[in-house]
């Protein structure tokens, strides 16, 4: 566990914790003695992921209005995300499962790290403080901020482009890189959108991605959507 515990950067006090974040049902469920798995400490984790995630959208977008707070959580907290945050530390590696879910893959299943997720918040939750949670949640939330400007987070700019444009089916739409600089660390993507041989928007990002969003919300301004 001491690798899972440099992976995640908090060390544990009482490992029963730990134990039980990484313990799924269908584990504790063949155990023939008396194990305990995640739900628990899940349901604790999500209420504290809450919290977090709405505390720092509170104080760091004041000039956003409620209702896109609450779509940016909605965005940070639901499966999806937390499934790619549970990748990134390799969070399927270390789980319990019972022999079921290990042959159907459940190492891999997003419900069940989104789930785990949560469950090893609510561990480093009760374990340390409130503190060590935020610092643990807040290196992904604020990566992935970082990397997507906020309403990119929850709104799909090409895919609103792209319905509109297939009522029509003789129109093509592509993305075209333009422009590429900037050093490994801090990227700088241009990119047009262009309908059939026109150019109909243009966006910078820090990834190809972000730019092809941003191209495609300027050609839904300049059609009027």
């Known amino acids: 566990m001491k690798e899972f515990e440099k992976a995640i950067g908090y060390t544990f006090k009482d490992q029963t914790y730990l134990e039980i974040a990484l ?3 269908s584990y504790a469920n063949e155990m023939k003695r008396a194990t305990a798995c995640n739900e628990r400490q899940e349901f604790l984790g999500d209420a504290v992921l809450s919290i977090i995630v709405s505390d720092y959208l509170f104080r760091h977008y004041k000039h956003l209005p409620e209702g896109e707070l609450t779509k940016i959580r909605a965005s940070l907290v639901c499966e999806k995300t937390l499934f790619e945050f549970a990748q990134e530390i390799s969070l399927g590696d270390y789980l319990h499962l019972g022999k079921g879910e290990e042959m ?4 891999k299943r997003p419900s069940i790290l989104a789930d785990a997720f949560e469950a090893l918040i609510a561990a480093i939750y009760l374990d340390g403080t409130l503190e060590a949670a935020r610092t643990f949640v807040l290196g992904f939330v604020e990566r992935r901020l970082g990397e ?3 309403e990119l987070l929850y709104k ?3 895919t609103i ?3 509109i444009i297939q009522q029509n089916r003789e129109e093509a739409l592509s993305y075209c890189l333009v422009d590429e600089s900037g050093p490994d660390h801090d990227k700088r993507f241009v990119v047009e959108v262009h309908l059939n041989s026109n150019v109909i928007g243009k966006g910078v990002g820090r990834s190809k991605k ?3 969003q941003m191209a495609a919300k300027e050609a839904l301004e300049l059609m009027g959507e």
């Open 148 to 150: 997507e400007s906020p």
């Open 104 to 107: 159907t893959g459940g190492r």
């Open 161 to 163: 482009l792209q319905e």
């Open 210 to 212: 972000q730019a092809e």
């Open 156 to 158: 799909d700019y090409k």
């Open 23 to 25: 313990s799924h049902s």
